[in-house]
C-alpha cells in the first residue's frame, strides 16, 4: 500500500509539472507571437512601402552608395559590426550567448534602407535576428533558465518567420529544423506553434494576407516525370553550392581588400548601381513580381538566376542587410521555369519545384521545405516536390547559407559527425 502510494505520488507530481510547463509556454508564446506580429506586421508595411517608392522613383537605385555609409555607421556607433547577424541567433540556441536587443532596431533600420535604395536582399535575415531579439528579451524579463532560453529564442525566430511569410507551419519546424541539421528540437514544438499562429494572425488583423500560389499544371504522377523533377533538384543542389560559395568568398574578398567598412559598402553599393544602369531594375530588392511571374505565367529569362545571384552575393557580401531567402525563392524559381520546359514540364510547375528545392538546399531543413511546398502551392503535387527535395538536400552537401548551423548526424549514413556548415 505505500508503495501505491509513493507511485501515485510521484506521478501527480509529474502530471503537474507537465500542465505547469504547458501553461508557461503557452503564456510566454502567446506574447513573444503577439509582440513578434506586430513588429512582423510594420516591418512588412516598411519593405512594402519603401519598395513602392523604389518602384515609382528608381533613380534610388544610385543612391545606394550613401545608404550603405549610414548601415555602416548604425553598425559601428552600436558595436555591433562584425558578428551581430543570423548565425549569432542560431548559434545562441545551443550556446549560452546573449543577443543584443539593440541588434532589433539596427537590423529593422538597416534592411528597409537595403530595399528602399534596391539593394538585392530579402526580409528574413532581419526577421530571424528581430525574432531572436524578441525571444531573448522576453525570456530574460520572465527570468528564464539557461535551458529554457534557447526554447524562448526559437520560439521568437518562428513567430518574425510566420509574421513576414504567412507559414505557420513552416516557421514553426524551421525555427525547430534549421539549428542542427539531423536534430529537431521538440520541446520547442508547442511554444513555436502557439508563437507562429499568434503571430499569424496578428498581422491578419492589420489586413496582410499569406504567401500563397494556386498551381495551375500539375503533370502525372508518372515514373518520367518523377525522374524530371529528380533533375530539377540535382540543378537546384548545385546551385545552392555555387551560390553559398560565392557569398562566402564574396564576404571573404570584400573584407580582405576592403578593410574600412565604409569604403566596402560604398564600393559595393556602386557596383550594384552600375549594373542596375546596364540592366534595369529588374533584379532590385526581394524581385517579388519576377517570382510571381515565373510560378503563375512560367515566365523567366534563361539568365534570370544567374544575374539575381550576382546582385545578391554583391548586396550581403559588401555588407547591406537582409536575407538571402527571398532572393534564393528568385534564383530557385527562375531557375526551375527555365529547365522545366527543355524537361518536358510546364514553366509554372517547375517554377514551384525549383524554389522549393533550392530552399531546402540553402537551409538544410527537409522538413519545413515540405510543409513550405504545402503552405505555398497545396498538397497537389506533394510527391514531386518530396522527390525534388531529397535530392537537392542529400546533393547540396554540407552548405548552408547560415554558418552557424552544425550538420550533426551524415546526409549519406546514420552517423553522428557534429561539424559546422560551410
Not at 501505491?4 to 510547463?21: C, G, M, N, P, T
Not at 518574425?160 to 525547430?176: E, H, K, Q, R, Y
Not at 529537431?184 to 504567401?211: D, H, K, N, Q, R
Amino acid at each position: 500500500m505505500e508503495k501505491f502510494k509513493e507511485v501515485a505520488l510521484h506521478d501527480a507530481v509529474r502530471v503537474k509539472q507537465y500542465i505547469l510547463s504547458f501553461f508557461k509556454w503557452t503564456l510566454i508564446a502567446l506574447i513573444t507571437g503577439g509582440v513578434g506580429g506586430a513588429l512582423g506586421a510594420g516591418f512588412r508595411w516598411a519593405i512594402s512601402y519603401v519598395t513602392e517608392i523604389r518602384a515609382l522613383h528608381p533613380w534610388l537605385c544610385f543612391l545606394l552608395p550613401g545608404g550603405g555609409l549610414i548601415i555602416a555607421f548604425l553598425y559601428r556607433v552600436t558595436k555591433l559590426s562584425g558578428h551581430a547577424d543570423t548565425n549569432l541567433i542560431i548559434s545562441s540556441v545551443r550556446t549560452d550567448e546573449k543577443v543584443p536587443i539593440l541588434l532589433a532596431p539596427v537590423i529593422f533600420v538597416s534592411t528597409v534602407i537595403t530595399h528602399l535604395f534596391g539593394g538585392s536582399a530579402g526580409r528574413e535575415g532581419a526577421a530571424l535576428q528581430l525574432g531572436g531579439c524578441i525571444g531573448s528579451f522576453i525570456g530574460r524579463a520572465v527570468r528564464l533558465n539557461e535551458k529554457d532560453m534557447p526554447i524562448a529564442l526559437m520560439c521568437g525566430m518562428s513567430g518574425l518567420f510566420s509574421a513576414l511569410f504567412g507559414t505557420p507551419l513552416t516557421a514553426t519546424v524551421f525555427a525547430m529544423e534549421v539549428i542542427s541539421v539531423g536534430v529537431i528540437y521538440y520541446s520547442a514544438f508547442l511554444p513555436c506553434i502557439v508563437a507562429a499562429l499568434t503571430a499569424y494572425g496578428i498581422t491578419t488583423l492589420f489586413g496582410l494576407e499569406a504567401t500563397a500560389f494556386p498551381l495551375k499544371e500539375i503533370p502525372a504522377l508518372t515514373i518520367p516525370n518523377l525522374l524530371t523533377v529528380a533533375v530539377i533538384g540535382l540543378a537546384a543542389a548545385v546551385i545552392s553550392i555555387v551560390f553559398c560559395v560565392l557569398l562566402e568568398k564574396t564576404h571573404a574578398l570584400a573584407a580582405g581588400f576592403f578593410r574600412n567598412e565604409y569604403l566596402r559598402v560604398a564600393v559595393g553599393g556602386s557596383v550594384i548601381a552600375l549594373l542596375t544602369l546596364l540592366l534595369g531594375t529588374r533584379y532590385n530588392g526581394t524581385g517579388s513580381a519576377v517570382i510571381a511571374a515565373a510560378i503563375t505565367e512560367g515566365a523567366a529569362l534563361p539568365y534570370d538566376f544567374i544575374l539575381k545571384m550576382l546582385f545578391t552575393v554583391i548586396t550581403i557580401g559588401f555588407g547591406y542587410k537582409g536575407g538571402e531567402i527571398i532572393p534564393t525563392f528568385f534564383i530557385g524559381a527562375t531557375l526551375g521555369a527555365t529547365l522545366a520546359p527543355l524537361l518536358g514540364l510546364p514553366a509554372s510547375f517547375g517554377a514551384a519545384i525549383g524554389l522549393v528545392a533550392l530552399f531546402c538546399a540553402v537551409v538544410n531543413c527537409p522538413i519545413a521545405s515540405i510543409l513550405l511546398s504545402i503552405e505555398l502551392f497545396g498538397s497537389q503535387g506533394l510527391i514531386f516536390f518530396a522527390v525534388a527535395l531529397c535530392v537537392s538536400y542529400m546533393l547540396s552537401g554540407y552548405y548552408s547559407l547560415y554558418s552557424g548551423q552544425k550538420i550533426m548526424y551524415s546526409k549519406r549514413r546514420a552517423r553522428f559527425i557534429n561539424k559546422q556548415a560551410k
